[in-house]
């Protein structure tokens, strides 16, 4: 079991340009979790997908921020004309059924807008 | 206001001593999870709980819902135990997704 995976670990992206953030949830989890890390905000929830539908985005800034799970492998969370308050550390959670049973996070990904 | 709230938010400790961590809840939770977030930056998950208590070796968690808190209990700190542990509550009602406090950095000194 390698656990959540989160791919790149590190990413620098200039003001306006694109970014999109991996996560291949543990196999047999049916829910995935999408939260942002900052200093000033601590863990702010995002988004969650449970067998692969949408089902809470609330968290999720709605003009540049979007979030797939195209099949039960992997995640994304794309972020169009990035800006410096972007900047965070993107982490992705899996559960085996959302509700009721605990979290497993990946490593993260650590996103610098400049 | 804050709905998870913890305390102390910075504490260090003698090698070897005990203390606990604390979480209040201004929304009405049904579960709680706490992690553990090491240097390197990885949440690890120590204590999925419902109303009750769990124990895993030197640490032991609680989780009062009436009284809306929980604990986290360390006993015997180790160098090792050093990170900030955060607390999160699925409350009555949501979907699943964790509301987390702001976390206790937790120091521990030889």
């Known amino acids: 079991n390698a656990g959540v995976i989160q791919t790149p670990r590190h990413k620098v992206t200039g003001k306006g340009q694109e970014a999109t953030l991996w996560c291949e949830p543990i196999?047999?989890?049916?829910?995935v979790f999408w939260y942002r890390q900052t200093i000033v905000q601590g863990l702010e929830f995002l988004t969650y997908?449970?067998?692969?539908?949408?089902?809470?985005d609330s968290g999720m800034p709605k003009e540049r921020f979007s979030a797939q799970m195209p099949n039960q492998s992997h995640s994304t969370l794309k972020i169009q004309s990035t800006q410096p308050q972007d900047s965070a550390v993107y982490l992705c959670?899996?559960?085996?059924?959302?509700?009721?049973?605990?979290?497993?996070f990946g490593s993260g990904t650590r996103l610098l807008v400049i | 206001g804050d709905k998870v709230k913890q305390s102390p938010s910075a504490l260090s400790l003698q090698e070897g001593t005990n203390s606990a961590l604390r979480c209040n809840f201004s929304?009405?939770?049904?579960?709680v999870q706490w992690f553990l977030q090491n240097p390197r930056g990885s949440l690890i998950n120590l204590f999925y709980?419902?109303?009750g208590t769990k124990e895993n070796g030197r640490l032991k968690s609680a989780f009062d819902s009436k009284e809306s808190y929980s604990t986290l209990h360390i006993r015997d700190a180790q160098l090792e135990d050093s990170g900030t542990y955060f607390c999160?509550?699925?409350?009555?009602?949501?979907?699943?997704?964790?509301?987390f406090g702001l976390g206790t950095t937790l120091q521990v000194q030889p």
């Open positions: 997908f449970r067998n692969q539908a949408p089902i809470d």
């Open positions: 999160a509550a699925d409350k009555a009602g949501n979907t699943g997704k964790l509301i």
């Open positions: 959670a899996s559960s085996r059924q959302g509700r009721d049973s605990d979290y497993t």
């Open positions: 929304i009405a939770a049904t579960t």
């Open positions: 196999s047999g989890h049916s829910a």
């Open positions: 709980l419902v109303p």
